[in-house]
């Protein structure tokens, strides 16, 4: 049986000669309509001139007494030479010269004229018309006529049968080498990929998404096994003091004192960062769905923000640096507000004490505002750079500076996109990172 894609191939390909033969047959009846009937209209007036002109002939031939046949045999060899035959008869009826073969003649057509000699009527001449002359030059011409087109009806088909079969192959075979990609990687072959990315325009970008969608997913399933392990990791430590720490007491080997008691509620504490870290993430996703976008100073915005972490900044020996110049945007100023809080309490963990951090807003070209938020702290590297906005991606020397899931950016990342925006962000290790929110601004 022949697979799906064999049968889309054949069916091009047929499609081809199907377009071609149309295309010949189209050609085949518009000659019909209108060569042949010209060429017949032709060969009438040809005719119907060739009848007048013998019918004037024989008037000129005409005299008092009669004809003489002797005068009249000019007029036969014109015709034959036509390939005609013709007969003079008087006004009695009486024949005054016949053709050699008028009678035999295989007769196509035949007309009559009067023969008039100064207005008088003095007999009349028949033209028998057979398959020659004229007309068989012309049949001959209408004849080698379909010939050529049958030829060039041959060939174009031969054309476009060879065109159709490397054509639809090009097609097919991109379409192949995809569903069979789609079939492994669905019977569990996740290392599958397209290699050669062939075919047409929309056919290469075809595999070519087929590539990133399956880079993507695999990535997100590598985040999604870290995300298990890490979690995993996190709560079994403090799960392990609060389960030790429980039965010491009950078992009487440690006393409920409050040193011991804030131990296990730090630990709790610890928990419920983590919980708060997952509800987080959720609520921006939400949000991206339910935003109220109002207009709205991201200069005042922004000032709220950094209040707010102010003395944060001042207890870690972090300098905090606000340029804040007036902007309006149209935006949610809550979910605004979660953005910038987001980028300082980033900036902050990463930033070691002496540092500074920017805050930053101004109106750009284009009819844009900026959002920046830079800091001295340890950077990013490249190889990391294209990640930071995954979920609970955390970098190598992340453990080092702070705790936390990271989830900071991409609450910032869903937030920003929601409110029509984009995320910037350009790092040099050990120098510092630059965070940019472009937004448009309110009309």
Not at 6 to 16: A, I
Not at 79 to 108: E, H, K, Y
Not at 224 to 236: F, K, P, S, T, Y
Not at 373 to 402: H, K, N
């Amino acid at each position: 049986m022949m697979s799906g894609s064999g049968q889309l191939w054949l069916r091009l390909t047929l499609t081809f000669v199907g377009v071609a033969l149309a295309a010949v047959s189209a050609t085949f009846l518009l000659t019909s309509l209108t060569v042949e009937p010209e060429a017949s209209q032709l060969i009438s007036q040809q005719e119907a001139d060739l009848a007048k002109a013998t019918a004037v002939a024989a008037g000129a031939a005409y005299e008092p007494a009669g004809w003489e046949p002797a005068d009249l045999s000019p007029i036969i060899d014109l015709d034959a030479r036509a390939g005609a035959a013709m007969q003079t008869t008087n006004m009695a009826g009486r024949i005054i010269l016949t053709s050699p073969g008028f009678a035999g003649l295989s007769t196509v057509s035949q007309r009559r004229e009067p023969v008039l000699v100064r207005g008088r009527h003095v007999g009349w001449v028949t033209i028998r018309f057979g398959r020659g002359g004229l007309r068989a030059a012309v049949t001959e011409f209408l004849a080698e006529r379909w010939r050529a087109r049958t030829g060039a009806a041959g060939i174009a088909v031969l054309l476009a049968l060879l065109v159709g079969l490397a054509v639809s192959r090009r097609i097919t075979l991109p379409l192949e080498r995809l569903l069979a990609a789609v079939r492994a990687r669905g019977a569990g072959d996740h290392s599958v990929r397209i290699r050669e990315v062939r075919g047409f325009g929309v056919l290469r970008e075809l595999s070519l998404a087929f590539n990133q969608s399956t880079d993507s997913v695999d990535r997100q399933d590598r985040v999604r096994r870290n995300l298990v392990a890490d979690v995993a990791h996190e709560l079994r430590t403090p799960v392990a003091v609060l389960q030790a720490g429980h039965e010491a007491m009950l078992d009487g080997v440690a006393e409920p004192t409050p040193e011991n008691l804030g131990s296990l509620r730090d630990e709790v504490l610890r928990l419920a960062r983590m919980v708060d870290d997952l509800q987080r993430l959720a609520a921006a996703e939400a949000a991206a769905l339910q935003l109220t976008l109002v207009p709205q100073d991201l200069a005042a915005i922004a000032a709220q923000a950094a209040a707010s972490l102010s003395d944060s900044f001042e207890a870690a020996g972090i300098s905090l640096i606000r340029r804040l110049a007036d902007v309006r945007i149209r935006c949610d100023p809550d979910r605004m507000r979660d953005v910038v809080t987001n980028l300082l309490t980033n900036a902050l963990k990463f930033t070691p004490a002496g540092g500074r951090v920017v805050l930053e807003t101004r109106p750009e070209a284009r009819q844009l505002a900026r959002l920046r938020v830079s800091d001295t702290g340890i950077g990013i590297p490249p190889d990391e750079l294209p990640l930071v906005t995954e979920r609970f991606f955390r970098g190598q020397r992340a453990p080092e500076m702070a705790v936390g899931s990271g989830i900071g950016l991409t609450i910032v990342s869903e937030l920003v996109s929601a409110q029509n925006g984009k995320v910037d962000i350009t790092s040099e290790p050990g120098q510092g990172t630059q965070v940019s929110v472009t937004l448009p601004r309110d009309q």
